[in-house]
């Protein structure tokens, strides 16, 4: 019975020796895939709720634009209990794992390439990361961008689901003060219906073509190669300012990430904003329910200030601080 167990033992240990040989055997831009990609859905997970209170923030959905953070979460947790934080983040691991693994490994390449070839003209210092960090993030979202357009219709529709039930039973029941929230929700309360990530794709790609599976792009590049640029390019002179005895700190990576991530958020959140109400918005429904129909980034920025003011430009950036850290 011993040599049974020890045989058992021996096996299993063989097993994982061999996994463990295999592992070490692949590329470096494989492990890069291979780690980007399963840190970046569970990061994505940990923040659903947080991320989709923010899409219904950024997108004026009725009865959310005087709310606070608590009070968002309180309200999701009362109409659609628990599954309501995570509604549409099946989309959202989807794209994660290939954006956030194309996003490093694709960096790493980019570095490798510049370095090889443009190191005389840019040096070997930050730009380098700046430049790197650029060209990855525009690369990873071009790959990706479909998934974060299905992420954010199945997030702003199933709210929308709900209200439009509550105003019927308050119809039902003959209660009058329905007016305000019938208003807020408006000609966004007629979206189509959608039944899961493959039914978006569907429907969207019959009614408007394939051009519409990227609406709204245009505002995510112009934001995400300065933001993947500074990211990458703040995180790199953080961490050659933390002495050599902490190099191998996880708090102090963390927190040199945190900073990178918040400052280039701030900067370029005005162009997320503009991108979630082109998603949301239909081609069919030429205005929306602030009279506006967005066509483009600046335009976007612009009729949002008129129409809805500055500070809605920045609707949701305090939940933004906490994802992104």
């Known amino acids: 019975m011993g040599s049974s167990q020890e045989s058992t033992f021996s096996s299993a240990s063989t097993a994982a020796q061999v996994n463990a040989n295999a592992l070490d055997l692949l590329p470096v831009y494989a492990k890069e895939l291979i780690a980007g990609g399963a840190a970046g859905a569970f990061a994505k997970t940990a923040v659903a709720p947080l991320e989709r209170v923010k899409i219904l923030l950024q997108t004026r959905t009725g009865g959310f634009q005087s709310l606070g953070i608590l009070q968002s979460l309180r309200k999701l947790w009362q109409y659609e209990g628990i599954r309501g934080f995570y509604k549409g983040n099946g989309a959202s ?20 390439w510049i370095l090889n070839n443009f ?22 979202v071009l790959c990706t961008y479909p998934l974060d357009l299905v ?33 807020a929700l408006g000609a966004s309360g007629r979206q189509q219906a959608y039944n899961g990530i493959k039914d978006v794709f569907k429907t969207v790609y019959k009614e408007e073509g394939a051009r519409s599976l990227y609406r ?28 050599e005895d902490y190099k191998k700190s996880v708090i ?33 429904a030429q205005s929306t329910t602030d009279g506006f129909h967005i066509t483009g980034t600046f335009q976007g920025l612009l009729l949002i200030i008129r129409c809805q003011g500055w500070r809605q430009l920045f609707a949701g950036l305090s939940l933004n601080y906490v994802k992104v850290t």
């Open 151 to 183: 992420r954010t219709k199945l997030a702003y529709q199933q709210w929308l689901d709900q209200c439009g039930l509550y105003l019927f039973l308050l119809h039902c029941f003959k209660v009058s003060n329905v007016g305000q929230l019938g208003n």
């Open 93 to 112: 691991v989807l794209r994660i794992v290939p954006y956030a693994a194309l996003h490093f490994m694709t960096y790493e390449q980019y570095r490798c």
């Open 252 to 284: 102090l990576k963390l927190s040199c990430g945190a900073l990178a991530g918040l400052f280039g958020q701030t900067l370029t959140y005005p162009l997320d904003v503009v991108r979630r109400q082109m998603q949301v918005q239909r081609k069919q």
């Open 119 to 140: 190191a005389s003209s840019v040096g070997t210092g930050p730009v380098v990361d700046l430049l790197a960090g650029s060209a990855a993030g525009g690369t990873a």
């Open 216 to 243: 709204g792009v245009g505002p995510t590049l112009i934001g995400i190669l300065p933001y993947a640029g500074l990211k990458f390019y703040i995180y790199e002179d953080l961490k050659s300012r933390v002495p």
